[in-house]
C-alpha cells in the first residue's frame, strides 16, 4: 500500500499537471469505485483544482466550489498521467479525470477492487475521512508519545495504525524500527521516553530520504515504479539477506498476507522472534536465538539429503 513517501510524490506531480486547471469531464470504469452518491461527478465538471494534497494515505483534489475528491489507493491502486481523453486500460482502468492538459487515470491490479473515491462538499465531509492519527511532520516528541503510549499495542501495530499516526504501513514501520533499533513486538506500555524520540527521529529521517529518493526518481516525470520493496531498503522484503548494519541475517514474523521483517541482533538482542504460523507446528522447539535456527536449517538440510539417498 503507497504510504508517506510515495503519497507524497503524488501529489507533487498530480499538483504541477492539474492544479489551475478546470476538470473537462469524469469517466468511470467501474461503478463501484465511486463510493459517494452525492454531489454527482457533473458537479465537478468545469470546476477549477485549486490543490492537490495528502491526508493519511489518501490523496485530495480541492476543486472550487468547496468540492473535494478523495481518493484511497489501497493496496493496487495506482496514478498514471496520459493525453487527454485516453482509454481507461481494460479490467485496470477504475477512473480517468480528464483535463485539456491530459487525462488522471486510477488504476488497479488483482481481482479485489479496493481503491476507492469519495466526492464530498466541505471541508468537514472531507476531514470526516480522515481515520484521526497524527502527522508525523505536524507534531513534537511529546504529542508523539502521548500518541503511541494512549493504548498498549506493539510497536508495528502501533506504528501501522491510522488512528495513531498517519501515513505509515507495513513496508515504512520495518525501515523506521530498524533505523531505531527497536523491537516491532516490544510495547508501548514499555516504551521510555528516550526510546520514543528516537523512534520518532528514525520515522521524519526514514520517511524524509526515501521521499527525496522518489523525488530523485520522478525528477519531472510522473511517478511510474510505486512499490513497498525498494533496493534502498534496510530490512522490508530482505528476509534472509545480510543485516547493512551488522550483518546478521534479517528475520521475518508472517501473518496471513503480510510480513514484518527485522534484524536479530540490532533490534531485538539477538532473540528471535516467534513467526506465528511455525511456531504453532514447532511450539517448544521453536529456536530461541540465529544459532539455533541455523543448527536447525541444518539439521533438517542434513536429513533431507539422507532421505534422498535413500
Known amino acids: 500500500m503507497p504510504e508517506i513517501p510515495d503519497v507524497d510524490v503524488y501529489c507533487e506531480a498530480?499538483?504541477?499537471?492539474?492544479?489551475?486547471?478546470?476538470?473537462?469531464?469524469?469517466?468511470?470504469g467501474s461503478p463501484f469505485v465511486l463510493r459517494t452518491f452525492a454531489p454527482p461527478t457533473s458537479a465537478f465538471v468545469g470546476k477549477k483544482v485549486l490543490a492537490v494534497f495528502r491526508?493519511?494515505?489518501?490523496?485530495?483534489?480541492?476543486?472550487?466550489?468547496?468540492?473535494?475528491?478523495?481518493?484511497?489507493?489501497?493496496?493496487?491502486?495506482?496514478?498514471?498521467?496520459?493525453?487527454?481523453?485516453?482509454k481507461l486500460p481494460g479490467r485496470l482502468g477504475l477512473a480517468a479525470f480528464d483535463f485539456a492538459g491530459g487525462t488522471l487515470l486510477l488504476t488497479e491490479a488483482g481481482t479485489k477492487k479496493r481503491a476507492s473515491i469519495h466526492l464530498v462538499l466541505g471541508e468537514?465531509?472531507?476531514?470526516?475521512?480522515?481515520?484521526?492519527?497524527?502527522?508525523?511532520?505536524?507534531?513534537?516528541?511529546a504529542t508523539f508519545f502521548a500518541a503511541l503510549t494512549r493504548e498498549n499495542h506493539t510497536l508495528k501495530r502501533a506504528l501501522t495504525d491510522p488512528r495513531i499516526l498517519s501515513g505509515i504501513g507495513n513496508a515504512y514501520s520495518d525501515e523506521i524500527l530498524w533505523e531505531a533499533?527497536?523491537?516491532?513486538?516490544?510495547?508501548?506500555?514499555?516504551?521510555?521516553?528516550?526510546?520514543?524520540?528516537?523512534?520518532?527521529?528514525?520515522?521524519?529521517?526514514?520517511?524524509?530520504?526515501f521521499t527525496e529518493i522518489l523525488r530523485a526518481e520522478v525528477v519531472k516525470g510522473f511517478p511510474a515504479k510505486v512499490t513497498a520493496f525498494r533496493p534502498e531498503m534496510a530490512v522490508h522484503g530482505r528476509y534472509g539477506e545480510p543485516c547493512r548494519r551488522c550483518g546478521a541475517k534479517v528475520q521475518r514474523i508472517a501473518y496471513a498476507s503480510n510480513e514484518t521483517n527485522y534484524c536479530v541482533?540490532?533490534?531485538?538482542?539477538?532473540?528471535?522472534?516467534?513467526?506465528?504460523?511455525?511456531?504453532?507446528?514447532?511450539?517448544?522447539?521453536?529456536?530461541?536465538?540465529?544459532?539455533?535456527?541455523?543448527?536447525?536449517?541444518?539439521v533438517r538440510a542434513t536429513a533431507a539429503r539422507t532421505s534422498r539417498a535413500r
Open 181 to 209: 533499533k527497536l523491537s516491532p513486538v516490544k510495547l508501548t506500555s514499555r516504551l521510555s521516553a528516550e526510546e520514543s524520540r528516537e523512534l520518532f527521529a528514525a520515522a521524519r529521517k526514514t520517511l524524509t530520504r
Open 55 to 86: 491526508m493519511g494515505k489518501r490523496i485530495v483534489l480541492s476543486f472550487e466550489g468547496d468540492l473535494f475528491a478523495v481518493v484511497h489507493l489501497m493496496i493496487a491502486g495506482r496514478f498514471r498521467w496520459g493525453p487527454s481523453g485516453m
Open 124 to 141: 468537514a465531509a472531507m476531514r470526516a475521512l480522515h481515520a484521526g492519527g497524527i502527522e508525523l511532520d505536524a507534531c513534537d516528541d
Open 14 to 28: 498530480i499538483a504541477t499537471r492539474v492544479v489551475g486547471h478546470p476538470l473537462a469531464g469524469v469517466r468511470l
Open 265 to 298: 541482533t540490532c533490534q531485538t538482542g539477538g532473540k528471535l522472534l516467534a513467526d506465528r504460523g511455525l511456531s504453532r507446528l514447532l511450539r517448544e522447539d521453536w529456536p530461541k536465538s540465529l544459532e539455533e535456527l541455523e543448527e536447525m536449517k541444518s
